[in-house]
Structure formats: structure tokens, C-alpha cells
């Protein structure tokens, strides 16, 4: 098995390689965003260990960006950050698993392990609705042909609603599904859905008063 370790900080990078080679893993290192990216993109791993706050180009970006090139390698997240909307961030750009600095290295290899015995992923169908085109595992959206930016929440949340294009979408059940029952007040859908509108046109997402809301088809 391959490992990609992107860390700046070389003496844990270079102590995760040791420890990971002994368990049986083939390891390369990085220690900057922008070669973590070269080396996942043109060389086949089977799992990355990547760091958020490095240079160049940080473990968030370089997550996002490896998925929009449609790189499906899974990606466990190091980081020192262990706040509850810092671990939301990190699985929401489309990294697999999470891990707070410091850590155990017996979990570290476990947690390893147990994203390579996961099923390969399965590309999911690219969405239509209208003129918006999403693609979930590139985690673009083009209006009209035209590429439009969007956060990860925002992503999520407008995709919930083009799977569901045929009904109303409550604010709960998108408050539940989208932020996984995380304990946001369901107003926090509305702001989003305003987030939508400002990108995409007020007519993107039509409020149905009282039911909740719809991406018409």
C-alpha cells in the first residue's frame, strides 16, 4: 500500500514515514500544499495524510482542488484544529477522515486501515436541473455553461435540493441533511439559501411559503 504524507513539519514527517514503513506502507513526502497536489495527481496512491495549515497552498485547498480533478484517493486530515466546525470543514471540502494533533500513531494506522478496506468510490451521476449542471464528484456547478464558485456548504445544500427537483425541500430536513444534525438553528438554511440566490439568481431557488423550498425542473 502507498502513502502520501503532506506535512511541513519534517521531523513528524519524516517519523510518520519510519513508523508507517515498518507497519508495511510504501511512503512518499511532501511538505507543501502545491507538491502535495503535483505528487497526488500524478502518481497513484492509496491514501494521503495531509496536514491543513501548510505552505503554499493549504490542506483545504488542496483537498477541493484534488477532487475537482476527480482524484478519489481517500484523505485523512491532520490538524492541530479540533474544533467541531474545523473537523466539519475538512470532511465538507472531501477529505475521508479526520485526526487532531496530537495524535496516537497506533490510531492514525488504524484509522488508515480502516479508509482502505472502504469500498472504491463510486462516481456519483453528474445532476441536471434546468441550466445548472453539478457534478458531485468534481464539485463544480456551471449555470448556463458559465462555471460558478461555490463553498462546500453551499455545494451541499444546492445539491439536496436537485435531487430532490420533483418536491418542496423543508428547512428542516435540509437543515438535518446538509449539516448533519450539527445543532444549527434551521434559520441558517435560509442564509444559505440567500448565499445561493446572490451566485446563482433569485430564480435558481423558488421559496414555496410555508413548505420550504425547490429547485424547479
Known amino acids: 500500500m502507498r502513502v502520501l504524507v503532506v506535512d511541513d513539519e519534517r521531523g513528524l514527517a519524516r517519523a510518520l514515514q519510519r513508523g508507517l514503513t515498518a507497519e508495511g506502507f510504501a511512503v512518499d513526502l511532501a511538505h507543501d500544499g502545491e507538491r502535495g497536489l503535483e505528487m497526488a495527481t500524478d502518481h497513484e496512491y492509496d491514501a494521503i495524510v495531509l496536514d491543513i495549515m501548510l505552505p503554499r497552498r493549504n490542506g483545504y485547498d488542496v483537498v477541493t482542488e484534488l477532487r475537482a480533478r476527480a482524484v478519489t484517493t481517500p484523505v485523512l486530515m491532520l490538524s492541530a484544529k479540533d474544533g467541531e466546525y474545523d473537523v466539519a470543514d475538512g470532511l465538507d471540502v472531501g477529505a475521508d477522515d479526520y485526526l487532531t494533533k496530537p495524535f496516537s500513531f497506533v490510531v492514525l494506522v488504524a484509522r488508515l486501515r480502516a479508509l482502505l478496506r472502504r469500498p472504491?468510490?463510486?462516481?456519483?451521476?453528474?445532476?441536471?436541473?434546468?441550466?445548472?449542471?453539478?457534478?458531485?464528484?468534481?464539485?463544480?456547478l456551471t449555470r448556463a455553461g458559465v462555471a460558478?464558485?461555490?463553498?462546500?456548504?453551499?455545494?451541499?445544500?444546492?445539491?439536496?435540493?436537485?435531487?430532490?427537483?420533483?418536491?418542496?425541500?423543508?428547512?428542516?430536513?435540509?437543515?438535518?441533511?446538509?449539516?448533519?444534525?450539527?445543532?444549527?438553528?434551521?434559520?441558517?438554511v435560509e442564509v444559505y439559501v440567500g448565499y445561493l440566490r446572490r451566485k446563482l439568481g433569485r430564480d435558481a431557488v423558488a421559496t414555496v411559503r410555508g413548505a420550504g423550498y425547490r429547485v424547479a425542473g
Open 120 to 140: 472504491a468510490r463510486v462516481t456519483a451521476p453528474v445532476l441536471e436541473v434546468r441550466d445548472l449542471v453539478l457534478d458531485p464528484a468534481a464539485r463544480t
Open 148 to 188: 460558478v464558485a461555490l463553498t462546500g456548504r453551499e455545494l451541499a445544500l444546492l445539491e439536496y435540493l436537485m435531487r430532490h427537483a420533483d418536491r418542496v425541500v423543508g428547512k428542516v430536513e435540509l437543515r438535518d441533511h446538509v449539516w448533519d444534525g450539527t445543532g444549527e438553528d434551521v434559520n441558517v
